[in-house]
């Protein structure tokens, strides 16, 4: 629906999400007075998220609290995740109570408002136009930004700020994260400032700035700025996010355990819970990630769509902890639960292995380690899942198997310092301690050697002596992101000196290798940065 021929109110379907039933009566009654009539009605999220897949709703009005089974944020992040609801489409919460709290929690997607129960007719109204208005006058921007065409979106936001009025504001942010992606961080930058300038307290745009100061690599500048927006305004999770990713980024266990449990407390989702049991976990802080774990594993239990991975993590600080029968019963609760999933049910018989073993049935460890060993080759397994396993196969003389999986971390991820230390800290306590502890030390001497003659190369303008080094080091570590972002920018550099023939090449080298980066780490800075180089490049060419 275009903002020239908006859609009026009477003709919206609307969606209401309520697990009690007078609710979902009074709420309907009350849409009809308003000369709404096309009302659909869902007592959960599931009915919700199948009459969203069936229908194309214009507006949902949800209670927060949807009884037994996923809740009201739950509901909002799966559809507009899933894309299930136009972006033009409000999302309202008719709540018992404000929950401000509960609405910080809201990650990645927030509601477009809520009302308190009881409410008038009139209060409902108010509502439903004002957000109607405001997202359908927005449409043109709000499809571009679903769709990622960021330079449609940079067209959009421009109108949008040339006009001056409340609106206008929008745009600055919109066009402010188009640049983001776009990587025009200094633009950006000024873009950020330009809302500010409108308004001084605007949180978001605060944030912003110090997220386009890291990407320039303005780590102290950048990080001033979060820790002062902190102290302004201490309720506001992202910031402490951002300053997570920093500390982790930097190797600095102690501030990382620190902010997270901060915005642990502060918004107690399962994803930060999540995060907060894994940093513990990794740094051997047992009791503390029992405890973010146990809350993480209890609120994944009503997701829409819940994953093995608190769990997962949770059965293994039971084991650092020494209570392998309970332990040993929740691996194989998870086998159960997650029998669809192949990488869930290897990790618990890993886990049932490491169990067995310090429960005195070596046999039966062995058995399980054995099965795993098998199957590992056919099952995609990331970083996390490849360290638990590498710690069950260490705690049952599988040696080699514990080795090699920790040599893979150490050649893969030689720029993430606390994985390293938990890589080494899975080793601890076991006769491979000291022979892990030297091969990760020599795989980080390899490495960085590899990088250091990889830029020696470049700086002295041998692109092509780079160009070697670089896919020696990719060999070797075929996840590395330090090596795949310095190959992929070499193969670029490359097609500006080159044969049409080789040209090509290289440009088809690069998109494969920037393919492979979108992929693990689709919002990093460095890889938007490359994605801009590699268009100026192909354009070019």
């Known amino acids: 629906m275009s903002a020239a021929q908006p859609k009026p109110t009477s003709a919206y379907k609307v969606l209401v999400v309520d697990d009690q039933q007078q609710m979902r009566q009074i709420i309907r009654e009350s849409l009809y007075r308003l000369g709404i009539r096309t009302v659909l009605m869902a007592g959960n999220a599931a009915e919700a998220l199948k009459a969203m897949r069936g229908d194309s709703i214009d507006l949902v009005l949800s209670d927060y609290n949807l009884g037994e089974g996923p809740d009201g944020q739950q509901l909002l992040e799966a559809a507009r995740g899933a894309k299930l609801l136009s972006p033009v489409a409000p999302w309202i919460y008719i709540t018992a109570n404000a929950l401000r709290t509960d609405i910080l929690a809201a990650g990645d997607f927030m509601p477009d408002g809520y009302i308190v129960k009881p409410f008038t007719d009139q209060l409902l109204s108010r509502y439903i136009e004002a957000l109607s208005t405001r997202k359908q006058t927005l449409a043109p921007l709000l499809l571009a930004v679903e769709a990622q065409q960021w330079d449609k979106v940079l067209e959009a936001a421009e109108s949008f700020i040339r006009r001056g009025d409340a609106l206008s504001v929008e745009g600055l942010k919109q066009k402010a994260q188009a640049l983001m992606r776009l990587a025009r961080f200094e633009d950006a930058r000024a873009c950020y400032a330009q809302a500010l300038q409108?308004?001084?307290?605007?949180?978001?745009?605060?944030?912003?700035?110090?997220?386009?100061?890291?990407a320039q690599g303005k780590t102290d500048q950048a990080r001033a700025a979060l820790e002062q927006l902190t102290r302004d305004q201490p309720a506001y999770a992202s910031a402490y996010d951002v300053l997570l990713e920093?500390?982790?980024?930097?190797?600095?266990?102690?501030?990382?355990?620190?902010?997270?449990?901060?915005?642990?407390?502060?918004?107690?989702?399962?994803?930060?819970?999540?995060?907060l049991g894994s940093l513990a976990l990794g740094a051997g802080e047992t009791e503390t990630a029992l405890k973010a774990l146990e809350q993480a594993t209890a609120k994944n239990k009503?997701?829409?769509?819940?994953?093995?991975?608190?769990?997962?993590?949770l059965t293994q600080a039971l084991l650092d902890k020494g209570d392998a029968l309970r332990a040993?019963?929740?691996?194989?609760?998870?086998?159960?639960?997650?029998?669809?999933?192949?990488?869930?049910?290897?990790?618990?018989?890993?886990?049932?292995?490491?169990?067995?073993?310090?429960?005195?049935?070596?046999?039966?460890?062995?058995?399980?380690?054995?099965?795993?060993?098998?199957?590992?080759?056919?099952?995609?397994?990331?970083?996390?899942?490849?360290?638990?396993?590498?710690?069950?196969?260490l705690a049952t003389g599988h040696t080699a198997l514990g080795q090699q999986l920790i040599t893979e971390?150490?050649?893969?991820?030689?720029?993430?310092?606390?994985?390293?230390?938990?890589?080494?800290?899975?080793?601890?306590?076991t006769p491979a301690e000291a022979e892990c502890?030297?091969?990760?030390?020599?795989?980080?001497?390899?490495?960085?050697?590899?990088?250091?003659?990889?830029?020696q190369a470049k700086r002295s303008g041998d692109v092509a002596g780079a160009l070697e080094l670089g896919e020696q080091a990719l060999v070797l570590s075929p996840q590395n992101f330090n090596v795949l972002i310095e190959l992929c920018s070499l193969h670029l550099?490359?097609?500006?000196?080159?044969?049409?023939?080789?040209?090509?090449?290289?440009?088809a080298r690069a998109a494969e290798l920037l393919a492979r980066l979108e992929h693990s780490h689709p919002n990093h800075d460095r890889v938007a940065a490359a994605r801009k180089f590699y268009r100026e490049r192909a354009g070019a060419v």
């Open 437 to 455: 502890r030297a091969l990760v030390e020599q795989v980080g001497r390899e490495m960085a050697q590899a990088m250091n003659s990889l830029q």
């Open 328 to 393: 040993l019963g929740l691996a194989g609760e998870l086998a159960k639960k997650f029998a669809d999933a192949p990488d869930a049910g290897l990790l618990a018989k890993a886990l049932s292995a490491q169990a067995q073993q310090r429960l005195g049935n070596a046999a039966a460890a062995t058995a399980l380690m054995l099965e795993v060993e098998r199957c590992m080759a056919k099952t995609p397994l990331d970083e996390q899942h490849k360290l638990l396993i590498a710690k069950s196969a």
């Open 409 to 429: 971390l150490a050649r893969n991820h030689s720029d993430r310092p606390l994985l390293l230390a938990s890589a080494l800290r899975a080793a601890e306590g």
């Open 302 to 313: 009503h997701a829409v769509q819940p994953t093995p991975q608190a769990q997962l993590l």
């Open 493 to 507: 550099i490359a097609m500006g000196r080159q044969t049409a023939d080789s040209r090509e090449q290289h440009r």
């Open 246 to 275: 920093m500390a982790e980024d930097q190797g600095d266990a102690q501030a990382a355990m620190g902010i997270a449990q901060t915005v642990a407390d502060l918004v107690p989702n399962a994803k930060r819970k999540l995060r």
């Open 198 to 214: 409108l308004n001084s307290e605007l949180s978001w745009a605060q944030l912003g700035q110090a997220q386009a100061l890291r």
